[in-house]
C-alpha cells in the first residue's frame, strides 16, 4: 500500500493539488487480470467458514468463481442478493477480521484471498455496465412500509421490501441520502461520490420514494407513520456524541470528530477545510482513525491520538492503526484527558496518565500536556432519545424482539440503533433486509429463517 506525503517538507500548507491527490482512493481496484489471478487462489471450500464469518452471508466461493469463469456481473448479483451495499462494504468491511481472517488460505505459509477487493471488482463491474436493475419486483402487495432514515439499514429495508412488492417512503433527516456512507466514512473511502452513486443504484429497483429534510420531531411522529402507513422502519442510527465532560469543552477548536469527517466529505474542495497544525483526537475507533489520518492529510504537522487504555483494547482495527502511524500519526495510549487549556480558543489539553489496577482503569498520579490548536472528539456515539420516548430502550440501544419488531407493533427497527452485532456497514444492512423479511411475513403471516 503505497502512501503519499501528507505534509509538505518545509512546513509549509499542502498546496490544493497535494491534498487532491491525499484524498485519492486509499485501494486501487483491480484489473481483470489481477482479479482473475486472486480468484483462481480461492479453493472453493466446501464448508466456506468465509460465508459463516460474513454477517450478510454472501456466497463468497460462488461469487469468486463466477468471476474467474468471467461472469463477472453474475458475481456481482450474487453479492448483491445478500447485500445491497457490498460496493460500500467491499471499501470500508473491516474484512480483516470477517471473511479473510476465516480464510482456510491465511495461515503461516500464504495470506487469505482477498475478499474484499474482488468484491469491488464485482460489483464496480456491474454498476459501471448499462444493465438495467438486477433484480425484479414482486407483484405489488398493496401494503405500505415507512423507513425513518436512509442510511445503510433504512435503505438496504427499503430495497428489499420494494423487491417483495411493497411500496417504501423513506424518511431522511438530511439532504442527501447514504447515512454515514454519505456523511461518516473517510474521504480516501469512498471517492468518485461512489456512496450517492450506490443510493442511486439502490433505487432503481422502483417502487421507493425518498423525502428529505424530514426528521422525526420536527413535523414527523413515529404515531402519524403508523396511521398512514402499514409498517414502520426505524434506521436512525446513532447521532448523537458524548462529550468529554470537561470545563472550557465549548471553546473555540474543540469539535465532534464525525462533524470534521462530514466537513471534509461534504466538501467541494478540501483545501478549503480548516485543519489545525497542531491536531490531538481523543478516541479509540475507527471514527477516530479517520479523523486523525484526513487531519494529516490536510496539511497538519503534528496529530496526536490519544486513548485512555492499551492498543489491545482499541476497537478500530490493526490494519488502521497501521494505516494511522504510516500516515505519521502518533499514538499515545494510556491517557485520559483531564484539563482543557485556553480561555476563548483552546491551546493545550492535559492528560492524566491510566493504568490498570484491580481490574479497573485508574489515574496513576502523573500527568502531561499536548499543545493543541485543535481537538477532535471520537469518544463514541448514541442513540437520540428526543423523539424515541414511547419506545422500550436498553443500555442505550432500541429493543427488538427476533422479528426486529420495537415494542410498538409494527413498528420495528435495525441497524446501529439496536444491538444486532458490531456497529457496522455490512451489520446494518442485514439488519434491514431481515427486518423487510420480517414485516413481510408479518403481512403475509409466513415463518421467517435467520439463516
Known sequence: MALKPCCSADGKPLSTASIESNFSDLHESLGMQQAIAEANRCIYCYDAPCIQACPTSIDIPTFIHQIRTDNVNGSAKTILAENIMGGTCARVCPTEVLCQEACVLNNEHDHAVEIGHLQRYAVDHLLASSQAHPFDRNAATGKTIAVIGAGPAGLSCAHRAAMLGHQVTVYEAKAKPGGLNEYGLAAYKMVDDFAQREVEFLLGIGGIEVKYNQALGEGLSIEQLRKEFDAVFIGVGLTDTYSLGLENEDINGIDDAVDFIEQIRQAKDKSEVKVGNDVVVIGAGNTAIDAAVQAKRLGAANVTLVYRRGEEHMSATEWEVNLARTNGVNIHLWAAPNSIKGQDFVKAIEFNKTKIKHNKLVNSGQSYQIKADMVLKAIGQKLNRSDLTDIEVNRGKIVVNEHYETSIPNVYAGG????????????????????????????TQKEVSHG
Open 416 to 443: 446501529d440503533a439496536i444491538s444486532s452485532g458490531e456497529d457496522l456497514t455490512v451489520q446494518a444492512v442485514e439488519d434491514g433486509k431481515l427486518a423487510a423479511h420480517c414485516i413481510d411475513a408479518a403481512f
